[in-house]
């Protein structure tokens, strides 16, 4: 079998904005089941995706919980959260639903820099 | 050089899709391939032929269903995203075909280089 390619999901918008980011999070579940190697990177306003104690609800929308759970399961482990955009958002030290590994903006650019491909989200 | 697409973004949300569509038959006219064009989240729009702009602007469906007729590009729409948005077969324009996720990742797979559109 040829080598896994390496996806790198680009999340950057709120879990609530146009509801994609479930369905982002479905196709980075879906990836990593095809044992390609999976990076999820929250930037922007898409770090809120990843506060923890989100009740969405009420307003009919999914939580991404779920999909988060998957990822041991999966052997999904490169997460990562820019702490850039954390500090930008006051978001420094927020309990989060997963445990994603802050990286500084720099160290990201060299990330995507090695991947096979980059999936803006 | 062949090439996968992945297609988030609605005809009238944004420029990505007419983007995507620009980018795939410059890659054709050029000799490349299309491996696959993978419709998701608002990207399904691109396959609703139920879609019908006025007289004079440009219809991004009819587009697409050219492509796949005229130089066999395979068009798939991803099923849950589609119906969530009311896409089935029944309004599926021509050329398009309903798939999912795995059709996606498979032509990740298959492809020199993925190019995403959207988000």
């Given at each position: 079998m040829a080598r896994p390619k390496k996806l790198a999901f680009l999340c950057r918008r709120?879990?609530?904005?146009?509801?994609?980011a479930a369905e982002i999070l479905e196709a980075v579940l879906i990836a990593a089941a095809f044992d390609q190697e999976v990076h999820i990177l929250f930037v922007d306003d898409g770090v809120y995706q990843l506060v923890d104690g989100q009740r969405p609800d009420p307003i009919g929308a999914r939580g991404l919980e779920g999909g988060f759970a998957e990822f041991a399961d999966l052997d999904i482990d490169h997460v990562w959260v820019e702490r850039e955009s954390l500090a930008a958002r006051g978001l420094a030290g927020t309990k989060f639903a997963f445990d994603a590994a802050p990286v500084g903006r720099a160290e990201i650019a060299a990330l995507l820099a090695g991947m096979d491909a980059v999936i803006g989200a | 050089m062949k090439f996968a697409l992945f297609v988030t973004d609605s005809p009238h949300g944004g420029q990505a899709s007419a983007s995507a569509f620009a980018f795939a038959s410059a890659a054709l006219d050029r000799g490349h391939g299309i491996e696959r064009v993978f419709f998701y989240c608002e990207g399904?729009?691109?396959?609703?032929?139920?879609a019908a702009p006025p007289g004079g602007e440009r219809s991004q469906v009819r587009e697409w269903s050219r492509m796949a007729a005229e130089r066999g590009v395979d068009l798939a729409v991803c099923i849950n995203a589609g119906l969530r948005r009311g896409l089935r077969e029944v309004n599926l324009a021509p050329g398009f075909r309903i798939s999912g996720l795995g059709q996606f990742v498979e032509a990740a797979i298959a492809a020199d280089r993925l190019v995403s559109f959207g988000g």
């Amino acid at each position: 079998m040829a080598r896994p390619k390496k996806l790198a999901f680009l999340c950057r918008r709120a879990p609530l904005d146009g509801g994609n980011a479930a369905e982002i999070l479905e196709a980075v579940l879906i990836a990593a089941a095809f044992d390609q190697e999976v990076h999820i990177l929250f930037v922007d306003d898409g770090v809120y995706q990843l506060v923890d104690g989100q009740r969405p609800d009420p307003i009919g929308a999914r939580g991404l919980e779920g999909g988060f759970a998957e990822f041991a399961d999966l052997d999904i482990d490169h997460v990562w959260v820019e702490r850039e955009s954390l500090a930008a958002r006051g978001l420094a030290g927020t309990k989060f639903a997963f445990d994603a590994a802050p990286v500084g903006r720099a160290e990201i650019a060299a990330l995507l820099a090695g991947m096979d491909a980059v999936i803006g989200a | 050089m062949k090439f996968a697409l992945f297609v988030t973004d609605s005809p009238h949300g944004g420029q990505a899709s007419a983007s995507a569509f620009a980018f795939a038959s410059a890659a054709l006219d050029r000799g490349h391939g299309i491996e696959r064009v993978f419709f998701y989240c608002e990207g399904v729009h691109n396959a609703n032929r139920l879609a019908a702009p006025p007289g004079g602007e440009r219809s991004q469906v009819r587009e697409w269903s050219r492509m796949a007729a005229e130089r066999g590009v395979d068009l798939a729409v991803c099923i849950n995203a589609g119906l969530r948005r009311g896409l089935r077969e029944v309004n599926l324009a021509p050329g398009f075909r309903i798939s999912g996720l795995g059709q996606f990742v498979e032509a990740a797979i298959a492809a020199d280089r993925l190019v995403s559109f959207g988000g």
